[in-house]
C-alpha cells in the first residue's frame, strides 16, 4: 500500500491540505498527517485540524510521497522547519514523490528540488524568488518527474487526483473521480 506523508503547519490552507488527505484515503493510500509541533493545528481560515502524530515521530519511516498544503503562514513555517528541507532532500535522492500547493511549491524551490524543473504556484510566489532554471507555468497542475505541483485552493481536487494516478495509476484515478460526481 501506498504511504504518504502530509506535514502540517500552523495557518495552513485547509481546504489543500484536507482534500489532499481525503482523496489519498479514498483511494485507498495510507496518508500520515504530522504536526510540526505536538498538538492540534489551527490552519488558515480557523479551522483546526488533529494531525495523526507529530513530525518528529515519523521522520524516519518511510513514505512513497511527501505532499505540503500551501496557504500563510504554513507554507512560511514549513519552509522555515530545516527537518522539512532534510526530508525533501532524502525524499528525492530516494526517487520518490515530493508535491507542494499554493505557496508551498517555494519549500520545494528552498530545498532545490525545482532546478531545472516546470513547476507552477499560487501567482507570485515563485516568481519572487530568484530561479532561472525553474519553468514557471501556471498551469492548475504540473508534474516534472517525481515532483508535482498546483496553484491554490481552487485547483486542490485536480492536484489530489493528479496525486493518486501518480501513486496508482490512471484507472484508480478515474474510480475515485467518477465517485466524487464532478460533471
Do not use: N, W
Amino acid at each position: 500500500m501506498a504511504r504518504v506523508l502530509v506535514p502540517l503547519a500552523e495557518g495552513c490552507e485547509e481546504l489543500e491540505a484536507v482534500t489532499v488527505v481525503d482523496l489519498l484515503r479514498r483511494a485507498g493510500v495510507e496518508v500520515v498527517t504530522a504536526g510540526l509541533a505536538a498538538g492540534p493545528v489551527r490552519a488558515s481560515r480557523g479551522v483546526v485540524l488533529l494531525p495523526d502524530a507529530t513530525l518528529d515521530e515519523v521522520l524516519d519511516q518511510d513514505f512513497d510521497m511527501v505532499v505540503l498544503p500551501g496557504g500563510l503562514p504554513g507554507a512560511d513555517h514549513l519552509d522555515a522547519d530545516p527537518r522539512v528541507h532534510r526530508l525533501l532532500r532524502r525524499m528525492a535522492e530516494a526517487g520518490r514523490y515530493t508535491a507542494a500547493i499554493c505557496a508551498a511549491p517555494k519549500v520545494l524551490a528552498s530545498a532545490g528540488l525545482l532546478d531545472s524543473r516546470r513547476a507552477t504556484a499560487y501567482p507570485g510566489v515563485l516568481d519572487s524568488l530568484q530561479l532561472p532554471r525553474t519553468q514557471i507555468l501556471r498551469d492548475a497542475v504540473v508534474s516534472d518527474g517525481r515532483v508535482v505541483t498546483s496553484r491554490g485552493p481552487g485547483t486542490a481536487m485536480d492536484f489530489a487526483l493528479e496525486l493518486v494516478e501518480r501513486l496508482l495509476g490512471r484507472a484508480r484515478r478515474d474510480e475515485v473521480e467518477r465517485a466524487l460526481v464532478r460533471s
